[in-house]
């Protein structure tokens, strides 16, 4: 709902901004209250970098996009079936792999 509200000033790419710049505001207020040091392993930071495009740069803007083109409620019932299409690739994934 409060994308969509978003958009009626703003651009897709705005919204994905102030979404990004306010969780970036959290997790440093959280990290700092705590006490906890950033990570100094180039690798630990290279797997930070890789989630945080595949789990926020992409879906993020394609929300926004989308919630210009359809009702606010059908956009959040498709972000809720995201965790149920995780496990269903996952699954998929490892059985042609042989994981399991």
């Known amino acids: 709902m409060l994308i969509k509200i978003g958009l009626e000033g703003l651009s897709p790419p705005q919204v994905v901004l102030g979404r990004l710049l306010t969780g970036s505001a959290a997790l440093v207020t959280a990290s700092l209250v705590s006490g906890q040091r950033p ?16 789990l926020h740069m992409a879906p993020f803007p394609l929300f926004a996009w989308a919630e210009q083109h359809v009702a606010s409620g059908l956009a959040s019932i498709y972000n809720a079936t995201t965790p149920l299409m995780t496990t269903l690739v996952a699954r998929h994934c490892c059985l042609s792999l042989g994981c399991v």
């Open 39 to 54: 990570p100094r392993e180039p690798t630990v930071w290279a797997h930070l970098a890789m989630m945080s495009v595949l």
